[in-house]
Nanobody, 115 residues
């Protein structure tokens, strides 16, 4: 069973950058497409970006060009580099497989974008 732990969130000013990291333990990480998801206050959780096992990336429109997703299959990690952050980027960020598995949701890491 894959277990996922997110880190790297915090408070950042608009226009700033933040790097989120997800550490996976258990088996099978290298075979999964992995995703970063965001749940903004009062909204449903949504996929922000995903990366296949071979490194092909997909982003939603508002994140393209500002966010980068990467993975290290040797370290079992998947990172989300966020730049030019906007207040609407705030929320709790989670990593999971894509499509997501209910059993794999972790605690997430909170991102606050505020001056």
């Amino acid at each position: 069973q894959l277990r996922l732990v997110e880190s790297g969130g915090g408070l950042v000013q608009p226009g700033g950058s933040l790097r989120l990291s997800c550490k996976a333990s258990g088996s099978g990480f290298t075979s999964y497409t992995m995703g970063w998801y965001r749940q903004a206050p009062g909204k449903q959780r949504e996929l922000v970006a995903r990366i296949t096992s071979s490194g092909i990336t997909t982003f939603t429109n508002i994140e393209r060009g500002r966010f980068t997703i990467s993975r290290d299959n040797d370290k079992n990690t998947v990172d989300l580099q966020m730049s030019s952050l906007k207040p609407e980027d705030a929320g709790v960020y989670y990593c999971n497989t894509a499509p997501a598995s209910v059993a794999r949701w972790g605690q997430g890491t909170q991102v606050i974008v505020s001056s």
